[in-house]
C-alpha cells in the first residue's frame, strides 16, 4: 500500500480543507495517509482584527524568518512513498510556519522523498512557489508536482472578499456582488481527482521520477498578472528590509512602518498595478518569450494543463 504524509499548516480553514480533499483523493485510490498539522508555539489570531497585527507579519514571511513550531508528532527519520506540503501563502511567500518546518529537524523526511507541493492562495501563488521549490531542493526532495488553490471569485472582487474573511471573519457574500471567501467547492473536487491521480500514477510508474500530474489540471497561470506579482516581490522585500531596520531602531518606528507599508500597498494596488498590466501589454511583442519562458518555470515541475 502506498503510504503518503500530509505536512500542512492553516490558520483560516482553507488549507486544510484542500489537505483533506487531496487526501480523499488518494485513499479512494488506495493510498494509506498520515496528517500532520503544524503548530506555531504562539498562535496566531484567526481573525486577526486588527489590519496592524496582519502587516507586521509581512517582513518575517518575505525574509525567511519563522516561528518556533510545535514538534511534528512523526518519526524524522519515517520513510513514505509520497509527502504533500499544504501550504496559504502570505505575502507572497509560503506562511512562516511551513517556512519553520524546513529549518526543523523534522525536514529529514523531506531527504530522497517525492514531494507535490500545494500552495492555498487569493490569486498570487507565483512567487511562493518558486520559493518552496527552493526550499525542497535544499532540503534533499524530489519535487514531483506543483498544485495551485486558489480562492473563488475575479482578482478585483477577491480584494474585499479575502481581506474582509480574514480580518473579520466574514465569508459570506457581501452585499450580493462579492463571492464568498475561501476555494470553491468545484475546486476542491479538482483537488480530490488530482489526489486520485497522483496516487494512481504513483502504483503504477512512480520510480520513473517524472511528474505525477502531467496533463492534469494542477496549475492555471494568469499570464497577465505574472510580472505584476513579482514586481510587488520586490517591492515587499525592500519595505520588509526597512520595516525591520526600523524595528531595531525602536518599536515604535517599526509600527509606523507597518502603516506606511500598508498604505503603500493600497496604492500599489489602485495605481501600479493598472499601470504595470498596462506596460506589460504594450511591452508583449517584447518581451513574450521571456514571459513565456518564465511561465513554464513557474508551472514546473508538473507543467502547463
Same mark, same amino acid.
Given at each position: 500500500m502506498t503510504r503518503v504524509l500530509i505536512v500542512y499548516y492553516s490558520q483560516s480553514g482553507e488549507a486544510e480543507r484542500s489537505a483533506k480533499a487531496f487526501a480523499e483523493g488518494l485513499q479512494s485510490a488506495g493510498a494509506s495517509v498520515v496528517f500532520e498539522a503544524l503548530r506555531p508555539r504562539t498562535d496566531y489570531p484567526f481573525p486577526w482584527r486588527s489590519p496592524r497585527r496582519f502587516f507586521d507579519?509581512?517582513?518575517?514571511?518575505?525574509?525567511?524568518?519563522?516561528?518556533?513550531?510545535?514538534t511534528p508528532a512523526f518519526e524524522a527519520e519515517a520513510r513514505f512513498d509520497l509527502v504533500v506540503i499544504v501550504y496559504p501563502v502570505w505575502f507572497l511567500s509560503p506562511a512562516p510556519v511551513v517556512q519553520a518546518f524546513f529549518k526543523s529537524a523534522?525536514? +529529514?523526511?523531506? #531527504?530522497?522523498?517525492? %514531494?507535490i507541493a500545494v500552495s492555498v492562495s487569493r490569486n498570487m501563488w507565483h512567487n511562493a512557489s518558486e520559493r518552496m521549490k527552493r526550499l525542497l531542493a535544499e532540503a534533499g526532495a524530489r519535487h514531483r508536482d506543483t498544485v495551485a488553490v486558489t480562492h473563488q471569485g475575479s482578482a478585483l472582487l477577491t480584494l474585499v472578499s479575502t481581506p474582509r474573511a480574514l480580518l473579520f471573519g466574514k465569508s459570506d457574500r457581501l452585499l450580493g456582488v462579492f463571492p464568498r471567501a475561501g476555494v470553491a467547492e468545484d475546486d476542491m473536487g479538482r483537488v480530490r481527482r488530482l489526489g486520485a491521480v497522483a496516487a494512481a500514477r504513483l502504483a503504477?510508474?512512480?520510480?520513473?521520477?517524472?511528474?505525477?500530474?502531467?496533463?492534469?489540471?494542477?496549475? +492555471?497561470?494568469? #499570464?497577465?498578472?505574472? %510580472?505584476?506579482?513579482?514586481?510587488?516581490?520586490?517591492?515587499?522585500?525592500?519595505?520588509?528590509?526597512?520595516?525591520?531596520?526600523?524595528g531595531r531602531v525602536h518599536g515604535g518606528l517599526r509600527a509606523v512602518g507597518v502603516y506606511a507599508f500598508a498604505i503603500f500597498l493600497v496604492c500599489l494596488i489602485l495605481v501600479a498595478l493598472p499601470c504595470t498590466l498596462l506596460g506589460t501589454w504594450l511591452a508583449y511583442p517584447v518581451v513574450r518569450r521571456r514571459l513565456d519562458a518564465y511561465i513554464a518555470r513557474l508551472a514546473a515541475p508538473t507543467g502547463l494543463p
Open positions: 507579519n509581512m517582513p518575517e514571511a518575505m525574509l525567511g524568518l519563522p516561528p518556533e513550531i510545535e523534522h525536514a +529529514a523526511v523531506l #531527504r530522497d522523498a517525492d %514531494v503504477d510508474a512512480g520510480a520513473s521520477g517524472g511528474p505525477l500530474l502531467a496533463g492534469e489540471p494542477a496549475v +492555471a497561470i494568469k #499570464r497577465w498578472f505574472v %510580472v505584476p506579482e513579482l514586481l510587488a516581490w520586490y517591492f515587499f522585500y525592500a519595505w520588509a528590509q526597512f520595516i525591520r531596520f526600523l
